[in-house]
Nanobody, 115 residues
């Protein structure tokens, strides 16, 4: 199971970015795919079977996770970005959504929110 993240960049506070995560390999046995800051802190995840979503309190109302099964891609729409959203973002399989035990991280994508 491999992930390739993209879509990061530098934006001013209040701006938006849309991150993409292309998934290759079998997701069988995994509950969800999530986005993680610094390969540690889960911010959002989406169920692979039911499409249910979860968001960390810090991003609720600002971030939206979605998936395109045909394209094997998971997206993270990030609106009203804040300086504290600055981080490297990675995607990974997860059960608890706020954490993951996955270690074979992809390249990640860097998000910088600053004036």
């Amino acid at each position: 199971l491999q992930f390739v993240e993209s879509g990061g960049g530098m934006v001013q506070p209040g701006g938006s970015l849309k991150l993409s995560c292309v998934v290759s390999g079998s997701t069988q046995g995994h509950y969800a795919i999530g986005w993680f800051r610094q390969a540690q802190h889960g911010v959002a995840c989406i169920g692979l079977n039911d499409g249910n979503t979860y968001y960390a309190d810090s991003v609720k109302g600002r971030f939206t996770i979605s998936r395109d099964n045909a394209e094997n891609t998971v997206y993270l729409q990030m609106n009203n970005l804040r300086p504290e959203d600055t981080a490297d973002y990675y995607c990974a399989p997860t059960t608890g959504c706020s954490f993951t035990t996955f270690t074979d991280w992809g390249p990640g994508t860097q998000v910088t929110v600053s004036y």
